[in-house]
């Protein structure tokens, strides 16, 4: 009996979970709602010493999760996204070479995603 009970718990448990992630995969997810009907996001562009990064970045699934992390990005002084793209899990971005270790992950990390690699071009 208390098998049957645990079992129909865990059955109930994963139906949700199935249903969260098949509305998120759909662009219905909250995420997905969060930038709708905002404006492009504008170009910054940075003087100085600057060096150019390419991150591999997990976890986007559509264009609203790339305008949000392209704000959150954006927000860092001394950062300016360059490209980005959901599909390709890519971002380019101009940095001041004095930008403090680990900050972009803890951004990246902050909106939810999850920042694979980092590269210098």
Do not use: N, W
Not at 5 to 24: D, T
Not at 56 to 63: F, L, Q
């Amino acid at each position: 009996m208390v098998d049957t009970i645990i079992f129909v718990i865990v059955v109930i448990l994963m139906v949700f979970a199935v249903k969260g992630s098949i509305r998120h995969f759909k662009g219905d997810g909250s995420c997905c709602k969060s930038s709708a009907g905002q404006s492009a996001v504008p170009v910054k562009k940075l003087d100085g010493r600057t060096a150019q990064l390419r991150l591999t970045v997990s976890g986007m699934h559509c264009t609203a999760c790339e305008d949000r992390l392209h704000r959150a990005l954006d927000a860092i002084s001394g950062v300016a996204v360059t490209y980005i793209s959901y599909d390709r899990k890519l971002v380019l971005l101009d940095v001041d070479r004095d930008l403090p270790d680990g900050l972009l992950k803890k951004v990246v990390e902050g909106e939810g995603y999850a920042l694979e690699k980092v590269e210098e071009l």
